[in-house]
């Protein structure tokens, strides 16, 4: 699904201590790919 897909990595452990954030989804990956966000359950669900 993804075979031609440009990608970087970055260390971001510091963004989880100063911001509470856990993770980053890039906009190429979620412009192709559909997705659930469930606020409630704190989740974000990747269709097929």
Known sequence: MFKKLRTA???ISHLKESKGIDGLFGCEV???QKLLI???RQELILLD
């Open 30 to 32: 979620l412009a192709k």
């Open 38 to 40: 469930s606020y409630k």
């Open 9 to 11: 990595f970055s260390d």
